[in-house]
Antibody, heavy 125, light 109 residues
Framework: QVQLVESGGGVVQPGMSLRLSCATY????????FHWVRQGVRQAPGKGLE????????????YYADSVKGRFTISRDNSKNTVFLQMDSLTAEDTAVYYC??????????????WGQGTLVTVSS | DIVLTQSPGTLSLSPGERATLSCRAS???????LVWYQQKPGQAPRLLIY???SRASGIPDRFSGSGSGTDFTLTISRLDPEDFAVYYC??????????FGQGTSLEIK
């Protein structure tokens, strides 16, 4: 069955880097685009979802949220069915659970149909 | 960027009651690009409704979505105990960023 499994989270000091991975199983990887979505653990009230980045199914296009542009890089390795998020110059505001999600185009509809379980990134000195 | 505002922030209801959740966009959103997700504590978001009104696979028919333009609604006709969770709307429009609303927390009264 379809699975997305994130890894690579952990505790890192401000200014440092971290690379997240999203390994996928159970479907044809190259058919789909992928996103990273994060859920902060710092902001209140509630802990909302923030879209971070997307990579097209063929890797030809990548887009980023303004909050991470120039610091984060999304990529994919079609030989390993894996998506990556390279995160540089991390700040406390980047502390969050990071989810990988698969997107689907369906008769003009566009949505995220499968999500991973998330990986926690904590930026702290 | 399109801003989505969900209301109410918290909704307290009893099992068996009807829940109506609102999502208002700062500009017109194509119905094909309005999505609802459910999230339970400690879990990833789960796709509920896409295209404003189409239920995802395996979603019970007590969940329905409606709306167009800038106003969208998620309705749960008769609340089941498993429905108490946080609900997010999202617009997946023609170009990023694909913004989310801030969420509505549906709590047991």
């Amino acid at each position: 069955q379809v699975q997305l499994v994130e890894s690579g989270g952990g505790v890192v000091q401000p200014g440092m880097s971290l690379r997240l991975s999203c390994a996928t199983y159970g479907f044809t990887f190259t058919t789909y685009g992928f996103h990273w979505v994060r859920q902060g653990v710092r902001q209140a009230p509630g802990k909302g979802l923030e879209w971070v980045a997307v990579i097209w199914n063929d890797g030809s296009k990548k887009y980023y949220a303004d909050s991470v542009k120039g610091r984060f890089t999304i990529s994919r390795d079609n030989s390993k069915n894996t998506v990556f998020l390279q995160m540089d110059s991390l700040t406390a505001e980047d502390t969050a659970v990071y989810y990988c999600a698969r997107d689907l185009w369906d008769s003009g509809n566009y949505y995220f149909d499968y999500w991973g379980q998330g990986t926690l990134v904590t930026v702290s000195s | 960027d399109i801003v989505l505002t969900q209301s109410p922030g918290t909704l307290s209801l009893s099992p068996g009651e009807r829940a109506t959740l609102s999502c208002r966009a700062s500009q017109i959103v194509s119905s094909r690009k309005l999505v609802w997700y459910q999230q339970k504590p400690g879990q990833a978001p789960r796709l509920l409704i896409y295209g404003a009104s189409s239920r995802a696979s395996g979603i019970p028919d007590r969940f329905s979505g409606s709306g167009s333009g800038t106003d969208f609604t998620l309705t749960i006709s008769r609340l089941d105990p498993e429905d108490f969770a946080v609900y997010y709307c999202q617009q997946s429009g023609t170009s990023p960023p694909y913004t989310f609303g801030q969420g509505t927390s549906l709590e047991i009264k």
